[in-house]
């Protein structure tokens, strides 16, 4: 069975570029979780989408959205990228919804903003 | 490989030593959590979980103990080999459908062949 795959590896921005990252999950796993992780802050949940609607929110701005297609892959979006922003995104998947049960992790999108 | 943090507590063993890896959680009313291993340029791996009605749990070569009253988690890994080299985290979720999930900082283990 294939893992969870992020697309791009890699990705360079400038300030003020907005950022679309890729995810799909595990088959047959409904629930895609994002994070951010940072040197300073570690690993922060940012969203979760089940069945195409997002279930739950970590606390980041607005700037920071998804969506879920009905085959279950989800797309991440960064508009008007900070410096701060850069950071490895992580997708996770999971067969249902919640934290309530273990996540497989993908290997992440680097997103370096200069 | 890229570090995915800096100033993380670190542990250094010897291969075939046991390894203990120590969180401190937060939430009192956290009722589940969960340990991952990362390794350099990858994503996290679980390891395994445990609920809040339980204090210990074997996996394969690992145990997750539970202390509620002081809040307090950990990973023993037996046998330690140089593949268990990475970086693990501690995870706490509280909370039903509104869940808040809150990883710990993580541990730098080093094996030493």
């Known amino acids: 069975k294939a893992g969870v795959t992020q697309t791009p590896r890699y990705l360079i921005k400038t300030r003020g570029q907005q950022v679309t990252l890729s995810c799909s999950p595990i088959s047959g796993h409904r629930s895609v979780s994002w994070y951010q992780q940072t040197p300073g802050q570690g690993l922060q949940f940012l969203f979760e989408y089940f069945s195409e609607t997002q279930r739950n929110k970590g606390n980041f701005p607005g700037r920071f959205s998804g969506r879920q297609f009905s085959n279950s892959r989800s797309e991440m979006n960064v508009s008007t990228l900070e410096l701060g922003d850069s950071a490895l995104y992580l997708c996770?998947?999971?067969?249902?919804?919640?934290?309530?049960?273990?996540?497989?992790f993908g290997d992440g999108t680097r997103l370096s903003i200069l | 490989g890229e570090s995915v943090g800096l100033h993380l507590p670190t542990l250094s063993v010897q291969e075939g030593d046991n390894s203990i890896i120590n969180c401190a959680y937060s939430n009192s009313a956290s009722d589940y959590f969960i340990w991952y291993k990362q390794e350099s340029g990858k994503g996290p791996q679980f390891i395994i979980d445990i609920r809040s009605n339980m204090d210990k749990r074997q996996g394969q070569r690992v145990t997750v103990l539970l202390n509620k009253t002081v809040k307090h988690l950990s990973l023993q890994i037996a046998a330690t080999q140089p593949g268990d080299s990475a970086v693990y985290f501690c995870?706490?979720?509280?909370?039903?459908?509104?869940?808040?999930?809150?990883f710990g900082k993580g541990t730098l283990l080093t094996v030493n062949p």
């Open positions: 996770a998947s999971s067969a249902g919804q919640g934290a309530g049960q273990p996540q497989h």
């Open positions: 995870a706490e979720i509280s909370g039903g459908s509104n869940y808040k999930l809150t």
